[in-house]
């Protein structure tokens, strides 16, 4: 019923781009789904924030991606996006999608998406 999809993660050399895409869908009559942001977990480690929206026009970056990432939101709201540049090995991971699902009532809780893999190469 909810689902959190991402793609655009591939194979990428040292200094390439990637454009990561997030789209939620499941909205109903009791709750919502909005994507909010990415999160990134290599192998063997934490997850960790990318890029987040704090609000509808503002938000906060990871200080290893800030300069070199852009999160982004459709007009539709259920469509997030971000454009990574200048890659670097250590931005290999797993990239998950983070959406809110907002019941009614206004209590909400976090849903993540299967992950999408970016491999940097040199």
């Known amino acids: 019923q909810v689902q959190v999809v991402e793609s655009g993660g591939g194979l990428v050399q040292v200094g390439g781009s990637l454009r990561l895409s997030c789209v939620t869908s499941?909205?109903?009559?009791?709750?919502?789904?909005?994507?909010m942001g990415w999160y990134r977990q290599a192998p063997g480690s934490q997850r960790e924030l990318v890029a987040r929206?704090?609000?509808?026009?503002?938000?906060d970056y990871a200080l290893s991606v800030k300069d070199r990432c852009s999160i982004s939101r459709d007009n539709d709201m259920n469509t997030i996006h971000l454009q990574m540049n200048s890659l670097q090995p250590e931005d290999t991971a797993e990239y998950y999608c983070?959406?809110?699902?907002?019941?009614?009532?206004?209590?909400?809780?976090?849903?993540w998406g299967q992950g999408t893999q970016v491999i940097v190469s040199p």
């Open positions: 929206f704090t609000s509808d026009t503002t938000a």
């Open positions: 983070n959406a809110h699902r907002i019941l009614l009532g206004g209590k909400w809780d976090d849903v």
């Open positions: 499941g909205s109903g009559s009791i709750f919502s789904i909005l994507p």
